[in-house]
């Protein structure tokens, strides 16, 4: 594996691991909300970030590539708004999807083919969760911040979020 590739790879699992951190913490503030639905659903991104980061320490690994984990740092504790923890969310990931793009361009630069299609499905996993977040904050503009019935059911429906398995560990990366 080049030796850039393999150091974006590392830098990309801290990223992913510093998300679950981040998913975490907004999922404890999201149940200290009395919002168990929501809270559930960012746990199922934790999760998920973790699924990556393993996707990552896999395509490592299986190339005999040095696997080391730096310092992951602390979350923020505290969201202002419902409506502004899952911007924050959008924001997030944002960043960590122009990371992935980052490595994607230097993968094809330097025609490592594998971690072009790897990096290719995280793109695509991208771009779904952030039009799933897209809807969950259009819902959470028809509450104008107020709890009622339009949030309940909003809550109720992402209570229903189960994790899956990343596909690329399901196929073992």
């Known amino acids: 594996m080049n030796s850039a ?3 974006a790879f590392r830098r990309q699992i801290i990223i992913e691991l510093d998300s679950c951190y981040l998913y975490l913490q907004m999922a404890l503030w999201l149940q200290e909300q009395a919002l168990p ?9 934790a999760h998920e970030e973790v699924g990556h980061a393993l996707i990552l320490y896999c395509r ?11 310092k992951i740092s ?6 202002a708004t419902l409506e502004g923890c899952f911007a924050q969310f959008l924001e997030h990931e944002a ?8 490595i994607l361009r230097l993968a094809r630069h330097c025609r ?10 995280f793109e695509a996993e991208s771009a779904a969760r952030e039009e799933e977040v897209d809807e969950i904050l ?4 028809i509450t104008n911040g107020k709890r009622g019935p339009a949030l309940l059911d909003l809550d109720e429906s992402l209570a229903e979020r189960e994790f899956r398995l990343p ?4 196929k073992g990366a």
């Open 112 to 121: 490592d083919d594998g971690a072009a299609n790897l990096l290719e499905w």
């Open 95 to 102: 960043r960590v999807e122009e990371s992935i793009e980052h």
């Open 37 to 45: 639905g929501c809270a559930n659903w960012m746990r199922k991104q």
């Open 74 to 79: 602390p979350p923020k504790r505290e969201f």
């Open 167 to 170: 596909e690329p560990l399901r």
């Open 138 to 141: 259009k819902r959470l503009k």
């Open 5 to 7: 590739i393999a150091d």
């Open 60 to 70: 490592l690994a299986s190339r005999k590539a040095n696997v080391e984990i730096g």
